[in-house]
């Protein structure tokens, strides 16, 4: 069965004050990891794809990148508009079958 | 384009009562898919189809019935519902994946809030 666990669960920061949230994940055969936004009452907005160990992708603040066990999102110089809950998801199959984690909230103050 | 979008937002049932949660997209998606969020847990998978016609089950099904008539829409039903069932409810569509073409991203709508007393 796929697992995916993220970590911290919850995670404040002072505006500026760069960090890491975690994604492990436990797969057999990944074929995709996505990284997700999702603010209070809005549904979950895309943020990367990573397919392969070794992968990095930027926007912004972010930078996502992914090994053969784990994902990391990094935060360089948060803003308190970065505030939201950060979703992790594996792929492993066709159809767009996704497993996700529970989530990291991130809240970053003035 | 409107995206994904989700009706009602807001929905209290009585145990028993039945109703539909209506989902259309206008991005001409084959994938579209029905998730449920609750507090402490991630994303659930409950039904998905891959085109108009097509469905099947996700991790989540029981109580929950789907159909697929047009590319557009993709209704969840509850055919009796049950406290279990409050949650919230998030429909979301992609373009078509297949293993050789990789995963596209998921669009979601802004869910129903589901209460069922």
Request: a positive charge.
């Given at each position: 069965e796929d697992q995916?666990?993220?970590?911290?669960e919850a995670l404040r920061l002072q505006e500026g004050e760069s960090s890491s949230l975690?994604?492990?994940?436990?797969?057999?055969?990944?074929?995709?990891?996505?990284?997700?936004?999702?603010?209070?009452?809005?549904?979950?907005?895309?943020?990367?794809?990573?397919?392969?160990?070794?992968?990095?992708?930027?926007?912004?603040?972010l930078k996502a990148t992914l090994t053969k066990k784990e994902s990391f999102l990094h935060i360089t110089a948060p803003k308190p508009e970065d505030s939201a809950?950060?979703?992790?998801a594996v792929g492993t199959g066709a159809n767009s079958k996704l497993t996700f984690g529970k989530g990291i909230t991130l809240s970053v103050r003035p | 384009n409107a995206g994904v979008t989700?009706?009602?937002?807001?929905?209290?049932?009585?145990?028993?009562?039945?109703?539909?949660?209506q989902c259309a997209q206008d991005m001409n998606h084959e994938y579209m898919s029905w998730y449920r969020?609750?507090?402490?847990?991630g994303l659930r998978l409950i039904h998905y189809s891959v085109g108009a016609g097509i469905t099947d089950q996700g991790e989540v099904p029981n109580g929950y019935n789907v159909s697929r008539s047009t590319t557009e829409d993709f209704p969840l039903r509850l055919l009796s519902a049950?406290?279990?069932q409050t949650s919230v409810y998030f429909c979301a569509s992609s373009l078509r994946t297949?293993?050789?073409?990789g995963y596209s991203p998921l669009h979601f709508g802004n869910g129903t809030r589901l209460t069922v007393t």
């Open positions: 995916v666990t993220q970590s911290p975690n994604c492990s994940y436990t797969v057999s055969g990944l074929r995709g990891l996505f990284w997700y936004r999702q603010d209070p009452g809005k549904g979950p907005e895309f943020l990367f794809t990573l397919y392969s160990a070794g992968e990095e992708k930027e926007k912004e603040r809950t950060y979703l992790c | 989700q009706t009602p937002k807001f929905q209290v049932l009585k145990t028993g009562q039945s109703m539909t949660l969020q609750d507090p402490g847990m049950a406290p279990s297949g293993a050789q073409q």
